[in-house]
């Protein structure tokens, strides 16, 4: 059973920086295609992930492009996520989730919409103050 717990949310002002983690468990991270999403305040969840990484790169969305980076480790088994230069339109509760039907090599490709993606965590919140 593929579960994913993220950690590393909190309250920060604009300008500063958090980290976040993504701990999985049923899966090797270099075995799935592995998103970051995020849902704002009375918003509905974004549909395309801000973060994505497979065997095959990172991509990230044209509203965190130059501040936030999403990385791996195998060893920790884990996803983070950098974000620098937070800004209120952050605030959010950002998601991780595990696409584990493709892996980004070996003919398949990683897509950042959402409903290629199977499993997911319970969401860690961010928030960015003025």
């Known amino acids: 059973q593929v579960r994913l717990g993220e950690s590393g949310g909190g309250s920060v002002q604009a300008g500063g920086s958090l980290r976040l983690s993504c701990v999985i468990s049923?899966?090797?991270?270099?075995?799935?295609?592995m998103g970051w999403f995020r849902q704002a305040p009375g918003k509905e969840r974004e549909q395309f992930a801000i973060?994505?990484?497979?065997?095959?790169?990172?991509e990230h969305a044209d509203s965190v492009k130059d501040r936030f980076t999403v990385s791996r480790d195998n060893a920790d088994n884990a996803v983070y996520l950098q974000m620098n230069n937070l800004k209120p339109e952050d605030t959010a509760i950002y998601f991780c989730?595990?696409?584990?039907?493709?892996?980004?090599?070996?003919?398949?490709?990683?897509?950042?919409?959402?409903?290629?993606?199977?499993?997911w965590g319970q969401g860690t919140q961010v928030t960015v103050s003025s």
């Open positions: 989730a595990a696409d584990t039907r493709r892996t980004g090599s070996d003919g398949t490709m990683c897509y950042r919409r959402d409903f290629m993606f199977q499993h």
């Open positions: 049923g899966v090797r991270v270099n075995n799935a295609c």
């Open positions: 973060g994505l990484i497979g065997n095959d790169g990172t």
